[in-house]
């Protein structure tokens, strides 16, 4: 096992204060920035194109079970958004830009916005983008390994919300 050499302090000091207008992304970053902030964008148009179906679910959800399955679609909707909140902050501490042109959204989504017609559609079809999403953000959890933990750990804990919502949509879908 190899011994870990720490960073001097006066090292530390007078590398914080090289490229300081580079924020939060030091010398120590090692992740192919441009990269990540690809993945963190595509990502963010996952998101929201996951809001924007979630909602008109909620609204569109008729039927005798309609009401259970709408204020999952509703509550879903608040946290896709707010992931999509955490990954366009993230994006601003790497020195980029997230990118909401509305245009662009479907096209950088991993996931579709499929509408549905029917309540056992809609929820399969919120099924489907989930597990998508599920997929995807493993693969850049794996990707981004140890080379920018804050950035992984973002996409960790989305993860872990990600899978709920697609137990809670499988759920509905088998009661349909």
Known sequence: MTEMHMTDKQTLRDRARQHVENGAVTE??????????????ESL?????C????KRHYFMASGVKAHVAAEEFLE????????ADK????????GGEPEFNPDLLS????????AGNTL????????????????????????????????RRIFED???????HADDMADILNSL
């Open 28 to 41: 120590s970053y090692s992740a192919n920035r441009e990269e990540v902030l690809r993945l963190l964008n």
């Open 45 to 49: 148009a996952t998101e929201l194109v």
């Open 51 to 54: 809001v924007l179906r979630y």
């Open 76 to 83: 879903h909707a608040k946290q896709e958004a707010q992931h």
């Open 87 to 94: 990954l366009a902050e993230r994006i601003v501490q790497l």
């Open 107 to 114: 096209k950088n989504s991993h996931a579709q916005y499929v």
């Open 120 to 151: 056992k559609e809609m929820v399969y079809e919120d099924l489907v983008a989930e597990r998508i999403a599920i997929d995807s953000y493993r693969e850049i959890i794996q990707y981004i390994g140890e080379q920018d933990p804050t950035t």
């Open 158 to 164: 989305i993860l872990a919300q990600e899978e709920e």
